[in-house]
Structure formats: C-alpha cells, structure tokens
C-alpha cells in the first residue's frame, strides 16, 4: 500500500495526486491525453533529492484538475510500471521525473532540480 489513498489532496499538499500502480493504466492514461494533458511524477521514497522535488512541485502547485490530471507513481513499489512508461512513452527513465504527456506522447520531461510546477505549467 502506498502513502496515499486513490486520491488525497491537503492543505499542505495542494495536489490531487492519482495514484499509478499498474502497467494497464498506462493505456488509459494515453487515451486522457487526447482530451486534456496528463502529468506523471516519478518518485523514489529511497531518494532525498526525490523528496525534495515532490515536496517543491507541491508547495508550488497552482493548477486545477481542469487544466492537467497528475498521477504519482512509487517507482520503488511498481518498478514495472516504470520500466514500462520508458518503453511506452519513449523517454529515458530519470528518478525522480516529471512527464507531461498529450495525444498519447511526451511532449515534456525533466529530472532533479529541473522539476518545478512553473516549469511544467509553461509547457501546458
């Protein structure tokens, strides 16, 4: 089980994460893209700079559901599904990343220090 429920959102957490725990969602999430963008943050529980990422893109965090649907993946739990957004989507695995995906492709992605909700908003 991971940290969050289906959907969790607070006060100090102004993001309405879904939570991506299987390879069959990814299909989906494809198919959301054509109607609005999507958004995946890879995370590492393992990772402090992972942890400070997570924590910026969520002190940061100005946009609505209506304008992009944000899904957090626990790269450590579901590896597989991971592995599988590289093959699926094309994009060298980073940890932590943040990809921005519309019409079923990558249209952005960044690691590290470059993840930032100004950054993706930018890109939307």
């Keep these: 089980m991971g940290w969050?429920?289906?959907k969790e959102s607070t006060e100090k957490n102004k993001i309405d994460w879904n939570i991506l725990n299987e390879v069959s969602q990814l299909k989906t999430i494809s198919n959301e893209s054509?109607?609005?963008p999507i958004?995946?943050?890879k995370h590492s529980t393992r990772c402090s700079i992972s942890s400070m990422a997570k924590s910026r893109l969520?002190?940061?965090w100005e946009l609505t559901e209506?304008?992009?649907k944000i899904y957090y993946l626990d790269l450590i739990a579901y590896r597989s599904v991971s592995n599988e957004i590289e093959q699926e989507f094309v994009v060298e695995h980073q940890s932590p990343q943040l990809l921005l995906i519309k019409d079923g492709e990558v249209t952005y992605h960044t690691s590290h220090s470059g993840i930032s909700a100004a950054a993706l908003k930018q890109n939307l």
């Design 34 to 36: 054509r109607e609005k």
């Design 4 to 6: 969050f429920s289906k």
């Design 39 to 41: 958004a995946i943050f």
């Design 58 to 60: 969520e002190r940061e």
């Design 66 to 68: 209506e304008d992009i």
